[in-house]
């Protein structure tokens, strides 16, 4: 069972593309949030969504609740973009998580 | 800043020894979290705690048992390492409500 679905699974852009990540879940939610992985790293935590719209320097995170989809936008992407993005939503005391998406942003 | 620390970053282990892995968060968070991730698989949840001495199943219980006699402090016990359990282990904390989930840096774990 996939509560979380992501796509793309891996995608590669030039440096300066536009890039769009995709999330869909199926489960009721009280918030969705987008997660960062670099190779060896930890995860951090970029976005915390339960509605609308929110933006952090060239990322830019929406949800839309009725259609239980949210979208990550990295604009101007840069090669230092290049990680995991994962995507998770919260239903009541439990998380679940997208399989990830892997960036890789070529100068 | 909230912190989460992990015992170590990474560990060896041999096959049917007992390994003990520790989280500490220093931000009074009632929830904490235990999480393998696997390629290919994403993070797949093993024990949660929403409190002190509480405990709840995850996704992947089995081969492992869990801790946790302070709010600040959620250990993951493999009671009898075995090779499938060669993976990375991350632990988080958050609040109650909605709020952030907070990630340690992670254990890679080999067991040979």
């Known amino acids: 069972k996939n509560e979380v679905e992501q796509s793309p699974q891996n995608l590669t852009a030039q440096e300066g593309e536009f890039i769009t990540i995709n999330c869909s879940y199926s489960v009721g939610i009280s918030a969705l949030h987008w997660l960062q992985q670099h190779p060896g790293g930890g995860i951090v935590s970029l976005f915390m969504l339960s509605s609308g719209k929110k933006k952090h320097g060239r990322l830019i995170a929406t949800i839309n609740i009725q259609e239980k989809h949210s979208s990550l936008h990295i604009t101007a992407s840069h090669p230092r973009d290049s990680a995991v993005y994962i995507c998770a939503v919260r239903s009541g005391n439990q998380f679940y998580f997208g399989t990830g998406t892997s960036l890789t942003v070529i100068p | 800043d909230v912190k989460v620390t992990q015992s170590s970053r990474y560990l060896v282990k041999r096959t049917g020894e007992k390994v003990f892995l520790e989280c500490v968060q220093d931000?009074?968070?009632?929830?904490m979290f235990w999480y393998r991730q696997d390629p290919g698989l994403g993070l797949r949840l093993i024990y949660f705690?929403?409190?002190?001495?509480?405990?709840e199943k995850g996704d992947i219980p089995e081969g492992y048992s869990v801790s946790r006699e302070k709010k600040e402090r959620f250990s993951l016990i493999l009671e009898s390492a075995s090779t499938n359990q060669t993976s990375m282990y991350l632990c988080a904390s958050t609040t109650g409500g909605v709020y952030e989930q907070y990630f340690g840096p992670g254990t890679r774990l080999t067991v040979t």
């Open positions: 931000m009074d968070h009632e929830n």
């Open positions: 705690s929403y409190d002190v001495k509480m405990k």
